[in-house]
């Protein structure tokens, strides 16, 4: 009965995940302690939560990915050069995640779920910045009604960022979008599209790395990933389908609600215990 509930778990996560290129660990990680701590699942301690969840989005990513690479939304170049940045960055984060206790995790962990719903929220009210003339490197897309938008980075602070991303993802186990879609979009004119679909590359790459140190650590429970996984992998694809079918602002408000009613249970949680 449990494993079935994983199935269920990860595809949500999935289809979440995808669909607005967050990577699926806000769900995952929230519910394998919950789960936990109501006895339905075994006990599991954050950093178990943390490397399942990242194992998990290797796969999350990976199948999101491809099918966005199917309609060509993917912005590869781009994609690696924020790597270069947020595979470190998720290298470290893990290391600092072996240091947290359960109550600060559950504080920190909360706190960071209400800023990323903030963030969200910033996301579809502030104006991109207008900087394509100063931007180091360009690129261009061609959207599904012939409009053709100009967007780009400098190469270090898109570094500097996806180094943040890539801490967050390592030390929470959420793949790190929640944070690289924002900037993407804000910061340097991503298209959503693209932005959601180069964000989804990027997890899968920084998950790979993160999860790798995990699993040194001996941070899997390796059951549970197993369960958690084919559900993640059709529901990215089923998040990748609505991501071009749907207008994302009614889906990011639902999700921005569930991250802060997440954030609320787990700062109560940290203070409590």
């Given at each position: 009965m449990e494993y079935a509930l994983l199935i269920v778990i990860g595809f949500l996560a999935g289809t979440i995940g995808s669909l607005v290129g967050l990577g699926g660990g806000v769900i995952i990680v929230p519910s394998l302690l919950f789960l936990s701590a109501a006895h339905i699942l075994?006990?599991?301690s954050p950093q178990v939560a943390?490397?399942?969840s990242l194992v998990v989005i290797i796969f999350n990513g990976l199948s999101s990915t491809l099918t966005y690479m199917k309609h060509k939304m993917v912005d590869y170049k781009s994609g690696l050069a924020f790597f270069i940045g947020s595979g470190p960055g998720g290298i470290f984060g893990?290391?600092?995640n072996q240091k947290l206790h359960l109550h600060h995790f559950s504080l920190y962990f909360g706190l960071f779920l209400i800023f990323t719903s903030f963030l969200?929220?910033?996301r579809s009210r502030l104006s991109p910045l207008q900087r394509q003339k100063e931007f180091k490197v360009k690129r261009t897309y061609i959207t599904n009604e012939g409009e053709e938008i100009v967007y780009g980075y400098h190469p270090w602070m898109a570094i500097s960022i996806a180094?943040?991303?890539g801490f967050f993802g390592g030390l929470f186990g959420i793949g790190g979008g929640s944070l690289m879609v924002p900037a993407m979009i804000l910061l340097f004119l991503f298209p959503p599209h693209v932005a959601?679909?180069?964000?989804?590359?990027?997890v899968f790459l920084s998950a790979l790395v993160s999860s790798l140190t995990h699993i040194a650590m001996g941070n899997v429970a390796w059951l549970f990933a197993f369960a958690l996984i084919p559900g993640a992998w059709f529901g990215a694809k089923c998040g990748a389908w609505i991501n071009r079918k749907l207008k994302g602002n009614t889906v990011v408000t639902v999700l921005r609600i569930v991250l802060i009613l997440l954030g609320v249970r787990l700062i109560y949680q940290g203070i409590v215990s």
């Open positions: 075994p006990s599991i943390v490397g399942t893990a290391w600092i969200l929220m910033i180094f943040a991303v959601v679909a180069t964000s989804m590359l990027i």
